[in-house]
């Protein structure tokens, strides 16, 4: 009988002290979309490592332990969903894990997090880009950004790219496993207050386009909020386009309440500031099929 049942996204992310990225985000946007959230840390930080110096505890062996309890206990997850992993070694068990715990009813989500701005975050190598190009396999939905989408595709970064460009690497990846490839965080030319977001869904063959007006603000853990809205709004069965709708609308207010303190972007937007935003209907839509 289905009564009483909330549906379990299991997280998998790092979860760092300070800046508001991975858990410290994922955990209260999927918890009031309505989800229950079993977080599986990957590693703790004293801070993200945009800082120029942080601490970093790795968990590969704690998560082996934890899959191995959850496997005792019987957990069945409606949801994977995985963002920022420590280690290849972390890649290949959580690729193992999905792979034997998926249902044709759950959904794969897949935040391929290795860079920004044309460049690998400072603790990964190529050793985590060729794993991360294994992982997406296994994704029902994978959400890069465009330095991650070139290194996903290894083609050389290109910052400017034309719709049908576009259109042509969302293609491309799809064929690598992903039901639906976003491109997040795309860049607008000769417009420094516009970012766009693309996605492609195989199912049904249509490409969209999500423009926001961003202020011109760089927030860590962005990417982070934009996927935990994502994946609550496709669980709660929204469509592609509604879905990429309401994480734009919501990076938008998060950005607005942030950006008129003084304030250091370090730490990430407000979050606290907007997430009641979260149970309101969307009001109005931007998206278009391109
Ligand atoms: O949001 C991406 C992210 C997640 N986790 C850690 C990070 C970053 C980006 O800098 O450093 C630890």
């Not at 009564?3 to 999927?30: F, N, Q, W, Y």
């Not at 959230?37 to 800082?51: A, E, G, K, R």
């Not at 719709?163 to 860049?187: A, C, F, H, R, Y």
């Not at 309401?246 to 997430?275: H, N, P, S």
């Amino acid at each position: 009988m289905y009564i009483g049942k909330t549906k379990r996204v299991v997280a998998v992310h790092d979860l760092s002290g300070v800046g508001r990225v991975s858990l410290s985000v994922v955990i209260p946007v999927l918890s009031n979309m309505g989800f229950n959230v079993s977080p599986l840390p990957t590693s703790i930080l004293s801070n993200h490592t945009q800082y120029s110096s942080f601490s970093f505890l790795d968990l590969t062996d704690e998560m082996r332990k934890i899959l191995a309890e959850w496997k005792k206990l019987g957990i069945e997850f409606d949801a994977f969903y995985t963002g920022y992993l420590g280690s290849v070694e972390q890649v290949e068990i959580i690729k193992a894990f999905i792979t034997e715990n998926k249902r044709d009813d759950s959904l794969v989500m897949i935040d391929p997090v290795l860079g920004d701005n044309a460049r690998l975050y400072s603790n990964f190598d190529e050793d985590m880009v060729v794993a991360m190009r294994k992982l997406i396999n296994v994704a029902d939905v994978v959400t890069p950004n465009l330095t991650e989408l070139f290194y996903l595709l290894d083609l050389p970064f290109s910052e400017y790219n034309t719709d049908s460009e576009l259109k042509e690497l969302m293609l491309n990846l799809s064929q690598k496993g992903p039901q639906i490839v976003i491109i997040t965080n795309v860049p607008v030319q000769d417009d420094p207050h516009i970012t766009s977001v693309y996605a492609y869904n195989k199912k049904g063959h249509r490409f969209w386009k999500v423009t926001c007006p961003y202020l011109p603000a760089h927030f860590p853990g962005m990417g982070d909020t934009f996927t935990s809205v994502i994946t609550g709004a496709l669980l709660q069965g929204d469509s592609l386009p509604m879905a990429l709708d309401r994480a734009a609308q919501f990076c938008y207010q998060g950005i607005r309440a942030t950006f008129g303190y003084e304030y250091d972007r370090r730490e990430g937007i407000m979050l606290e500031k907007v997430l009641r935003n979260l149970d309101m209907p969307i009001q109005v839509t931007s998206y278009e099929l391109i």
